[in-house]
């Protein structure tokens, strides 16, 4: 939603704004927008945060409260004005001219307090005060009528599921733990002359000939009056006279639109958007409207029940990741990096994101770029990993925040889902008070599951709601970590239980939403973070900007398990990324191949907060790990894989084809030796019909000579190409030769850079990495002997550099040779 308000009646009260701590002596400037530490740092009152050990430094901060304020001008105080203000982060109070106006205490409501009284002419006064959340968390658990378990292993800094704020503030296991605080959205004061717009909601009706667009438009006054009202859609455009009572009226307009053209999810069809917009004299508010229809399948087969979406009558296979919040800290995010992280996620051909529970309802222009981009957007709401009160007062702040934000944003056709949390039914067994206690605290959860999923109906009742991630189904409490026959599954036995990749195989999930593995953050990012003497897996540096408890420990087993041993610290990072998208590529290449027994998977996760070791595709920052290369291939709509038997004789090749039309398959199958000649073995052609899976051929591995792996390429009627390895055993095993890898830079007159590489022997897994950051028309491809590939590297804007030097990566050249 995008409101716009005439200049005299609205004053911004955004940017410069003064900083000072209410308990002590220090003051810096802030731009609201903003957060705290940002501001501390750009005075240099703390340190950078997030390089080598500052962490640790700047914890204090969050210790203490701390105000901000500011002065504004009003001629005509007599009038009637209110604060409008959102994402106030978070146990607040504002004082206009030293009288309280507003006592908040969530982050995730727009608040509008009449502020008429406090007000004078001339010169006025804006001050907030913002309350430690380490303290305000400390007083709240206190005050609870018994104690309410939050994960320690998660956050660090406690008791933040007191908190309605981003859980992830608190720490994460892979977040920096900073607590921050600030005011993230809109801060303006405004006047109200008849009436403001308080919401605009619509839902559609689809029918034979065309769509009813039912609007319903919530006008709040401060007395009865008649107010003229514009609604527009697209061209059409009408005016209505109203009267309106004191307090809240909704209005209500249904639009008839004629065989509108449909909104699709990215890769099966356009996504035209329609424009709404309300105008009341001086305020206007517009919404991005895309006509489509959403259905969440459930319905009961053999294994359980099915979990798929059906969007304008067609189920889609939902291909995507994870969203975290874009930063760590606000005033380090911008609309223009975001809008590069979901992009970078359409161009890796996805068309679902998942808008995880532990961070924020993101921002009105997101869900816009999504509905732009064909995005899906699976919403949680705010709630992840720990257990939360249920007393009244709690369950009302509560109630008020899923009206609040199902009203601003369920109009998005890029809104799939609602969904209750994430993973509080299986923190119900992660403490001993919940497990000694486990009557009392599912009444609890019950009661806030219950209160979310009432004002969701309430806001939207034709939404999609599904009750927590992973849930095997309404009312089920089962372990949806493990079951996989019903619900969506949270699958993490490989990464957090120590199990090999082939385990990925052990499940058929119905849609997987969470299944992940990590990766050391690429050099570039490293460097930004750690010194020359830091750069080693156990240095107490890389080791902070390890979260998981034991993760880096499971990356260097993992190499273990698979890999010969790198030689340096940059071949660790290299390989610690080829096993990340080795893995990923495990599950996803099993689980499209059973559609439509499995219709999702959302790995875990996209994105990055800050420069970690995480289980992003995308580093901090937004460029590519080696994992985010793969996924452009394993997700493309039409693709081949080669899926081993449980006993690992044979392999078979299955396709699996996202599209609505049949597609032809030519595939060629070869034997590729350590000395990287490939030797044809099969070719084979086949189709595989629309929206499908299916098995392609079959491969003996006995047919392959001792120590050779499997290669093939394909090509697709529709175009869509592919190629890949199999690797019978380990690639520890492999007796590789010498790759003899050579590379050639050639300057394009865009700025850009060709790289071509082409090795003497076999190539596998080749990486480039240039010294500044960039995006590759590809990486993580293998060449075998004699073999040349041209690369295209575009420096990120802001990055250009006549000489930028480029380091490439195979596996034969990271081992460390003895
Ligand atoms: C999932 C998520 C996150 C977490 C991730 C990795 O369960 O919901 O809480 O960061 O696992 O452990």
């Known amino acids: 939603m995008t409101s716009s308000y005439a200049n005299d009646v609205s004053v911004d009260l955004s940017g410069q704004w003064k900083l000072s701590c209410a308990e002590g002596e220090h003051d810096a400037p802030i731009t609201v927008p903003g957060d705290v530490h940002s501001a501390l740092r750009q005075a240099t009152i703390i340190p950078d945060p997030y390089f080598g050990r500052n962490e640790i430094d700047v914890q204090w901060v969050a210790d203490l409260d701390w105000m901000i304020e500011r002065s504004f001008h009003v001629d005509d105080p007599e009038a009637n004005w209110y604060l409008d203000i959102d994402y106030l982060d978070t146990v607040a109070v504002v004082f206009v001219n030293d009288v309280p106006v507003l006592s908040a205490d969530n982050c995730f409501r727009r608040y509008r307090p009449d502020v008429s009284s406090a007000l004078v002419p001339g010169e006025n006064r804006i001050r907030i005060h913002f309350h430690s959340s380490i303290k305000a968390g400390a007083e709240r658990q206190e005050a609870q009528p018994f104690y309410v378990p939050y994960h320690p292993g998660n956050s660090p800094i406690p008791n933040g599921n007191m908190l309605r704020k981003p859980q992830c503030h608190f720490g994460w296991d892979w977040n920096i733990a900073l607590a921050p605080l600030g005011l993230y959205g809109d801060i303006a004061l405004r006047r109200l002359d008849a009436a403001r717009i308080e919401s605009v909601h619509t839902s559609q009706r689809h029918v034979e000939d065309g769509v009813e667009l039912h609007v319903g438009v919530m006008l709040h006054a401060a007395q009865a009056v008649s107010v003229p009202i514009h609604l527009s859609l697209g061209e059409e455009r009408l005016r209505l006279d109203c009267g309106v009572n004191a307090g809240d009226t909704v209005l209500r307009?249904?639009?008839?639109?004629?065989?509108?053209?449909?909104?699709?999810?990215?890769?099966?069809?356009?996504?035209?958007?329609?424009?709404?917009?309300?105008?009341?004299?001086?305020e206007s508010v517009t919404r991005q409207i895309g006509f489509r229809t959403i259905e969440l399948l459930t319905d009961k087969d053999e294994a359980g029940s099915r979990f798929a979406f059906r969007v304008n009558g067609r189920e889609i296979f939902c291909r995507g990741a994870n969203w975290i919040p874009a930063d760590a800290l606000h005033s380090l995010s911008s609309r223009e990096k975001t809008e590069d992280l979901l992009l970078s996620a359409v161009q890796a051909n996805m068309n679902m994101i998942r808008v995880w529970g532990g961070g924020f309802y993101e921002q009105d222009w997101f869900y816009d770029l999504c509905d732009r981009l064909g995005l899906m957007v699976w919403q949680d709401f705010m709630f992840a990993c720990n257990l939360y009160p249920c007393t009244d007062d709690f369950l009302d702040n509560v109630e008020h925040e899923v009206s609040y934000q199902v009203k601003r944003l369920s109009s998005h056709p890029s809104i799939a889902l609602w969904c209750g949390d994430n993973e509080l039914v299986g923190a119900l067994t992660w403490f001993d008070e919940s497990r000694d206690n486990r009557d009392r605290y599912l009444v609890a959860y019950d009661r806030l599951n219950r209160t979310i999923e009432k004002a969701l109906k309430k806001a939207a009742p034709s939404a999609l709601w599904w009750p927590s991630s992973p849930a095997s189904g309404y009312l089920d409490y089962g372990d949806a970590w493990h079951a996989d026959g019903s619900g969506d599954m949270h699958y993490?036995?490989?990464?957090?239980?120590?199990?090999s990749f082939d385990n990925y195989r052990a499940v058929m999930p119905r849609f997987c939403s969470e299944f992940g593995f990590q990766s050391y953050t690429s050099m570039p990012v490293i460097k930004t973070y750690a010194d020359g003497k830091d750069m080693n897996i156990s240095s107490p540096v890389i080791e902070l900007h390890q979260k998981n408890a034991g993760g880096n420990e499971r990356i260097a087993g993992t190499m273990f398990r698979y890999f010969r041993f790198p030689k340096d610290f940059e071949n660790f990072v290299y390989i610690s990324q080829v096993q990340q998208a080795l893995a990923i590529k495990t599950a996803v290449d099993y689980w499209r191949s059973l559609k439509p027994h499995c219709m999702g998977t959302l790995y875990w996760q996209l994105n990055d907060t800050w420069p970690v070791a995480s289980w992003s595709s995308l580093d901090y920052g937004g460029s590519w790990k080696a994992l985010h290369y793969a996924a452009r291939r394993f997700f493309q709509p039409v693709s081949v894989s080669a899926i081993p038997s449980e006993d690992g004789k044979t392999v078979r090749f299955s396709t699996v084809n996202d599209t609505a039309e049949e597609v032809e398959i030519d595939m060629n199958?070869?034997?590729?030796?350590?000395?990287?000649?490939?030797?044809?073995?099969?070719?084979?052609?086949?189709?595989?019909?629309?929206?499908?899976?299916?098995?392609?051929?079959?491969?003996?591995?006995?047919?392959?000579?001792?120590?050779?792996?499997?290669?093939?390429?394909?090509?697709?009627?529709n175009g869509m190409t592919g190629e890949g390895h199999h690797v019978a055993q380990t690639y520890k095993a492999l007796e590789l030769q010498p790759s003899g890898l050579k590379h050639h830079v050639k300057p394009l007159d865009d700025g850009t850079f060709e790289v071509e590489v082409s090795p003497s022997g076999l190539a596998l897994f080749v990486m480039i990495e240039a010294d500044i950051a960039g995006r590759y028309s590809d990486n993580l491809f293998d060449l075998a002997a004699g073999?040349?590939?041209?690369?295209?590297?575009?420096?990120?804007?802001?990055?250009?550099?006549?000489?930028?030097?480029?380091?490439?990566?195979?596996l034969y050249s990271s081992q460390s040779q003895g």
């Open 253 to 282: 307009h249904v639009f008839f639109v004629e065989t509108p053209k449909l909104w699709w999810p990215a890769g099966s069809g356009e996504q035209a958007l329609y424009t709404l917009t309300v105008e009341l004299p001086d």
């Open 492 to 499: 993490w036995s490989v990464w957090h239980e120590n199990k």
């Open 669 to 717: 199958i070869f034997a590729l030796s350590t000395d990287g000649s490939r030797t044809p073995l099969k070719s084979a052609r086949g189709t595989c019909g629309p929206d499908a899976a299916a098995t392609m051929t079959e491969i003996d591995i006995a047919q392959l000579a001792d120590g050779a792996l499997l290669s093939w390429n394909f090509i697709a009627s």
């Open 787 to 810: 073999e040349t590939r041209r690369i295209v590297f575009a420096p990120k804007s802001g990055e250009q550099t006549p000489h930028p030097s480029f380091k490439i990566f195979d």
